[in-house]
């Protein structure tokens, strides 16, 4: 087994497995209230050709898979594909969700050997709920996570985490809210920069920089102790003696951590991005199908590694030419 390394030495052990385009949200950062345009079925990864590109990553050293969408529970195998996956030697197997289906899917979930949970949540009031995402259902999604902490994900090295993309003038005003949940819950609440993508009208002026998040918990709880997050961490996490869980800065805009990127993406349709914001994506699907060997497909990647940048270009060079939609790309 040889390594997945880029010209710039990362390796890359963390395969984000996009299962569907479609969602049953609306996210208001995501796309527009209409939708966007959405492969046909026909030109999705099969159950089967999943199984095979996460085989032929791990492989190859990946020891990580995060199953993804859209919503990834939305897809009627999406079980199977978990069960598939969790047979491989991997040091962890996760799932990010919107929680709306979560419920009803954990335990199964939780036999196919899913070791790590996000569950993306921008808001803890009702009517925000439905004003961010264009549909109900906040009680659905914190009963989904009362659920897995009942099943001890958030403890034992199992991780458990809440997404929160943070919003000018929409959720800011909650930060401290889920900071005090944090503080009371074996729980890590990570606020996301907003990024900008097709469809998603990013505008600058929506931005909540990191420096201001932390600062308006730390002005209402406290000064907040650093942690170890590891060379490859996305987010720079924090917490104050005595808390259960933990609070974490995904700021890609801001203080952007491409120098530890270990991450490979496979969208839902089986395009390869080795960045979240690259180019145009390498076809792993039309390469299976015209009959290529799995040494070929592995090469694809390969050669796509090389072609990866130190970083990205920039939040203002990203919104003059956004990639595709978050749901296609699989975050």
Known sequence: MSALADRFGRRHT???LGLTERCNLRCVYCMPAHGVPLAAKRDQLSTDELVRVTRLMVGNGVDKVRLTGGEPLVRKDALEVARQVGRFDLRSLAITTNGLLLEDRLADLEDAGLTDLTVSLDTLRPERFEAVTRRAGLPVV??????AMRRGYGRGGRALKVNVVALKNANEDEVVDFARWAASEPLEVRFIEVMPFAGNGWDRADLVPMAETR?????????????DDGPHATAQTFAQPGWRGR?????????????????LRVTAD???QVCLFGGSPVSLRDAMR?????????SLVRRALEGKHAAHAG??????APPRPMVAIGG
């Open 14 to 16: 963390y395969l984000r």
């Open 142 to 147: 914190l009963s989904a996570l009362e659920d």
């Open 215 to 227: 600062a308006r918990i730390e002005d209402s709880l406290g000064p907040l102790s650093a942690l």
């Open 247 to 263: 609070v974490g800065f995904v700021a890609s805009m801001t203080a952007p951590f491409c120098a530890g990127c270990n991450r």
């Open 270 to 272: 089986g395009g390869l």
């Open 290 to 298: 015209a009959g290529a060997s799995d040494l070929e497909v592995v």
């Open 315 to 320: 939040m203002d060079a990203l919104a003059k």
